[in-house]
């Protein structure tokens, strides 16, 4: 028997290319707490399908899928003597891994890139988990 349901907007959809998981992230920065963005400096925002074989050697992950992000550079305590040639703190998110998440779990796709974006962040400049939950109530 055939049925017609109103999946129309379903079917049309493709997942989030690189260039929109981009401004999401962004997005998702920019509603976080303005105390917490302070914290980053002039950080940059990228995202890649996957990390690098060094990367992957470097955490010793078995697959691409275990990471969803990464921060790059230094903490507030280390910024004090940047080195020479030293570029801004960096993060990563890690779109297949994401999307992979996101497929096997009940939360929204906006809400684990915050959720990525803060805890790269966070663990980075010191914050427990507790501080990061709270800057993940905050943001809006």
Known sequence: MARIYNTRELQD???PSMEEMELLALESYAHLPEEFRKLTGEIVIQIAEFPTEEIM????????????????????????NPATG?????????????????AENEETLGDIVTHVLIHE???HFGLSDDDME?????AD
Not at 86 to 102: F, H, K
Not at 134 to 138: G, L, R
């Open 13 to 15: 959809q493709f997942s």
């Open 57 to 80: 050697d470097d955490l010793s992950l078995e697959t691409p899928f275990d990471l969803l992000g990464l921060f790059e550079g230094r903490g507030l305590a280390e910024r004090w």
């Open 86 to 102: 030293e570029g801004p703190n960096r993060v990563t998110l890690y779109r297949r891994a994401i999307l992979d998440y996101w």
């Open 121 to 123: 962040i966070g663990h």
């Open 134 to 138: 709270k800057i993940e109530e905050a």
